[in-house]
């Protein structure tokens, strides 16, 4: 934890406020992209701990705690020598274990020369951190990569992006549910202007909330850009499918096809979202594209998806700082398209107050696209 102890919230204060949500330890939570990672150190701070990202020669992705013991000098201001980080100090080096291998004003180690490792997983475009108990990693929570669309026969996946937001991770989840915004915040980037008004159904089903909405519409310019759509002055039949994973993750899955032309193969983007608590009321979104269109199809087919991210970014953020600055008791009144994001919340302090009690964390269950 970083300076004073960070205020602990009651389930009722957490259940009314998305803005002062805390976040569950034991779980696996995206900590970079895969391309961010190298020989270079990448500081960054996920929930409240600050952690320094390398690679060692042979390629293997390594995450320390980010300060040396001796001293307190973060150690992303060193360097990588092989498979260790030397510290810009005083030149102590500590493997990817966080054991200190060398002290060069002697030959003795004191046991107490070593920092946190934390384990990771990676697998396609992202680094996966355990942010629980190092020795205790449950491989059991790591997340289905077939439903993230990561592992898909014929499918291209592209990584996309990193954005810091300064607001609480909920928020950034309850945004991702809440696809009635999308025609009014986001009007006429990746709808036609009637998804707002689109029939919709929620379930809540082992720990996870799916919000899917269906329509036909003719798409607009700028959405036939953004999903490659092969017609763009046709009506084309669209699922949108936001599958919540709590507490780290949002699949959000498009799916378009032309009624006048069925035996065409289906259009389909996936979006496999992590969302990281970093400090108090700051989050990273991760977000990589997993599309079943052709392998020709460029990187930047998707021009408006950081675009439309940042115009979320500047809302949440503005939610935020009224949170911060009124107190977490504000009036919040909700409508039917709500339940889904408010499922989640409820499923959020459910695993925060089993974690509280010692209880181990459950497994969400799977569902495929």
Not at 13 to 22: C, D, F, I, N, T
Not at 149 to 169: H, I, K, Q, S, W
Not at 300 to 307: A, C, G, K, M, Q
Request: aromatic share 10%; glycine share 6%; charged share 20%.
């Amino acid at each position: 934890m970083i300076g004073q102890a960070r205020q602990t919230y009651t389930k009722e204060q957490m259940l009314k406020s998305p803005g002062v949500m805390e976040a569950p330890r034991n779980q696996w939570y995206i900590g970079a992209m895969a391309n961010e990672v190298t020989t270079g150190l990448l500081s960054r701070r996920i929930l409240d701990d600050l952690i320094v990202f390398y690679r060692t020669a042979d390629g293997t992705a390594v995450a320390l705690a980010d300060r040396c013991p001796h001293r307190g000098v973060p150690l992303s201001m060193g360097k990588v020598f092989g498979d260790s980080l030397r510290c810009a100090y005083h030149g102590f080096e500590f493997n990817k274990a966080g054991v200190c291998t060398r002290v060069p004003s002697q030959d003795t180690i004191v046991s107490q020369l070593m920092v946190r490792s934390y384990p990771l997983k990676e697998v396609g475009p992202y680094i996966w951190i355990w942010m629980g108990d190092p020795a205790r990693p449950d491989e059991s929570l790591f997340p289905n990569q077939f439903e993230l669309g990561l592992d898909r026969p014929g499918y291209r996946v592209t990584p996309y992006f990193v954005m810091e937001m300064g607001c609480n991770a909920q928020l950034l989840h309850e945004n991702l549910l809440d696809t009635s915004h999308i025609s009014f915040l986001h009007a006429g980037m990746i709808d036609g202007g009637s998804m707002a008004q689109a029939k919709f159904k929620s379930s809540y089903d082992g720990g996870r909330v799916r919000m899917t909405r269906e329509l036909v519409e003719v798409p607009t310019v700028e959405m036939a850009r953004t999903f490659q759509l092969p017609r763009g002055t046709a009506p084309v039949h669209r699922t949108l499918i936001t599958d919540a994973i709590p507490p780290h993750l949002s699949v959000i899955t498009n799916i378009f096809y032309y009624e006048d032309d069925p035996q065409a193969p289906q259009h389909i983007l996936i979006n496999p979202q992590g969302v990281t608590p970093s400090g108090p009321n700051r989050c990273f979104n991760f977000m990589a594209v997993s599309s079943s269109y052709p392998d020709e199809q460029p990187a930047e087919s998707f021009p408006f998806l950081s675009t439309l991210f940042e115009q979320d970014k500047v809302v949440l953020e503005a939610v935020q700082a009224r949170f911060d600055a009124e107190g977490w008791d504000q009036p919040e009144v909700s409508v039917r398209a709500d339940a889904a994001a408010l499922n989640f919340r409820r499923k959020m302090v459910e695993m925060i107050e089993q974690e509280r009690a010692g209880l181990l964390a459950p497994k969400m269950q799977s569902a495929r696209v």
